[in-house]
């Protein structure tokens, strides 16, 4: 058994090969000079007492080096996620060699190394970033660690039995960076932008007596009639409404961008939003559908509420079915008894598409606050503002700016039908849709 953990944990370098390369054409020309044959012999002594020296100063400890990986319980879907790789050395010489984890088979990487040298008893800290683009579970397998010394003959390789498995949810890191910058006001950096607030909320708080400052136009003449001195209203900002982010999980939000589906971005938009709109006051929930399913998260404001919602965008997958709007009409008439502003993440490649749905998306507004989100398609503007040269190129340039006027087409056919819309691409997905619900709330339509 242990000569065959040493016999797997040997490899022998480019190094010990070369050298035996060199060996080999020092015998062939000692076939004709008999002062190089000599030479061969000499060096193929060299050659083997330096390999059984290398074999003995990297076998004789047991545990030379230690080796560990540091990384967080799970990981922000489409995001950066620093794994840190830790290294203690044991050895009383330096050391050269590389690091190759196990990773996911998400990530398809097989052709990297982490290279490092240690001293004589040194440590040393490796980092890699990993930026996974679907949720669920990532498996990692062993850490391995391939160590030589300055001869560089051979290499042994010391494996640690690190395997563990990481859940990727959501983009909890999108979240935390606009948690951090809203702290320190630079919301703007991120593209947030204030918006001008026009008028009062016209949510009645009580009547008090004017004084200087007060605005004019809230006066009371009733109650001034009565008490005989100036009233006037006093209005609080609008609280506690609900919000829904609805979720199309249909064959259109399986589209890649940038190595995440439209639904990842959805999903990851809708953490941000929720967050958003429960530090304004709001309530915030959850709907998802598809062709033969809704499910609803009720909308609350209380601290658990995001967690709620992480663990169920988690699981969130798309379905290779068409979406049925008129199921999910009939189905948030019978859950949501109260008016509600509803942000509906959904996407049409086409003008017949959206006209299809356009009687259910109506009956939607009819009844709540319904806000459309879809998307730009940004490999087909990459094609539009491409020169083209070749008639065939033209020709699909001319076919790309049809689907991009299309794509205008629906903006204004939803307005004309009295439905708010909102084209965005999909990596500004997050920052235009905060910013379409401050400008919202600014215009007092929420």
């Known amino acids: 058994m242990q000569l065959l953990r040493f016999y797997q944990s040997l490899f022998f370098r480019n190094r010990l090969y070369l050298a035996l390369g060199v060996l080999v054409i020092v015998f062939i ?10 030479l061969g012999l000499i060096g193929s002594a060299v050659w083997l007492a330096l390999l059984l020296v290398d074999l003995f100063i990297l076998y004789a ?39 190759m984890d196990e990773l996911p088979v998400q990530f398809q990487r097989r052709d990297y190394t982490l290279p490092f040298r240690l001293s004589t008893g040194g440590d040393a800290q490796l980092r890699m970033t990993l930026r996974p683009v679907e949720r669920g579970g990532y498996a990692f397998g062993d850490l391995h660690v391939y160590i030589w010394s300055a001869f560089g003959l051979v290499c042994r390789r010391i494996t640690q039995p690190l395997a563990q498995t990481v859940k990727v949810y959501p983009s909890y890191m999108q979240l935390r960076n606009f948690e951090l910058f809203s702290i320190k006001h630079k919301l703007n950096e991120l593209g947030v932008h204030r918006r001008r607030v026009i008028g009062h909320s016209m949510e009645f708080d009580h009547i008090k007596e004017y004084i200087r400052g007060d605005d004019v136009r809230t006066l009371n003449w009733k109650a001034t009639a009565r008490r005989g001195n100036l009233m006037v209203n006093s209005y609080t900002e609008e609280r506690s409404q609900l919000v829904y982010c609805v979720i199309d999980k249909g064959r259109t939000m399986k589209m890649p961008f ?23 006051g709001d309530k915030s929930g959850l709907i998802t559908f598809t062709g033969k399913q809704t499910e609803v998260l ?16 988690y699981a969130q997958n798309t379905d290779w079915m068409e979406t049925d709007y008129e199921r999910l009409g009939v189905h948030l008439r019978a859950s949501l008894s109260q008016r509600s502003f509803l942000m509906l993440f959904t996407n049409f490649e086409s003008l017949s598409g959206m006209q299809r749905q356009l009687p259910y998306l109506k009956q939607l507004a ?32 001319v076919i790309a700016q049809k689907f991009a006027h299309e794509k205008k087409q629906i903006v204004r056919e939803l307005a004309h039908a009295g439905i708010m819309s909102l084209l965005t691409a999909p990596e500004h997905l997050t920052v235009n849709v905060v910013n379409k619900y401050l400008e919202l709330k600014s215009r007092m339509v929420l």
């Open 258 to 280: 940038g190595g995440l589906t439209l639904l990842d971005y959805a999903i990851n938009a809708t953490l941000v939003f929720s967050n958003v709109a429960m530090q304004k």
């Open 298 to 313: 009720p909308a609350s404001n209380k601290k658990i509420q995001l967690s709620k919602i992480l663990d169920q965008l």
């Open 366 to 397: 009819k009844y709540h606050i319904l806000l459309v989100v879809f998307f730009e398609n940004t490999e087909l503007k990459t094609v539009n503002e491409k020169r083209m040269e070749e008639t065939e190129d033209i020709y699909m340039q």
């Open 61 to 99: 400890p047991r545990r030379p080096i230690q080796a560990s990986r540091v990384m967080a319980d799970r990981f922000s879907n489409g995001d950066e996620n620093p794994v840190q790789y830790l290294l203690q050395s044991r050895y009383g010489f330096p050391v050269w060699g590389e690091v």
């Open 29 to 38: 020309i000692g076939f004709f000079l008999p002062f190089a044959f000599l």
